[in-house]
């Protein structure tokens, strides 16, 4: 089995930063690509970001410029920094990691999520 488990949310006035974390354990072989999703209330689960063992980021056009998704390969973790934030930035931000894990299968792993409010 594999866990996600993410941290760094809160509260945050609009234009203040935040950074969130995602670290994945258990039974891994390797990680391809890792990712944050968000959903807001009433609206579907959306990608923010993305990046690829190679490095290779994708980014949702409602955050470029100000996100930055960055991957520490040692240590199964994934980080999004999110600046100039704003209150339609105001979501539930989920962890998603494709695992390989040690019977060489790849499955698809979710974080709990973490709340992430932005004030006017």
């Known amino acids: 089995q594999v866990q996600l488990v993410e941290s760094g949310g809160g509260l945050v006035q609009a234009g203040g930063s935040l950074r969130l974390s995602c670290a994945a354990s258990?039974?891994?072989?390797?990680?391809?690509?890792m990712a944050w999703y968000r959903q807001a209330p009433g609206r579907q689960r959306e990608l923010v970001a993305l990046i690829r063992s190679s490095g290779s980021t994708n980014y949702a056009d409602s955050v470029k410029g100000r996100f930055t998704i960055s991957r520490d390969s040692a240590k199964n973790t994934v980080y999004l920094q999110m600046n100039s934030l704003k209150p339609e930035d105001t979501a539930v931000y989920y962890c998603?990691?494709?695992?390989?894990?040690?019977?060489?299968?790849?499955?698809?792993?979710w974080g709990q999520g973490t709340q992430v409010t932005v004030s006017s």
């Open positions: 998603n990691a494709n695992v390989v894990v040690t019977t060489l299968y790849e499955y698809r792993y």
């Open positions: 258990g039974s891994i072989f390797s990680i391809n690509a």
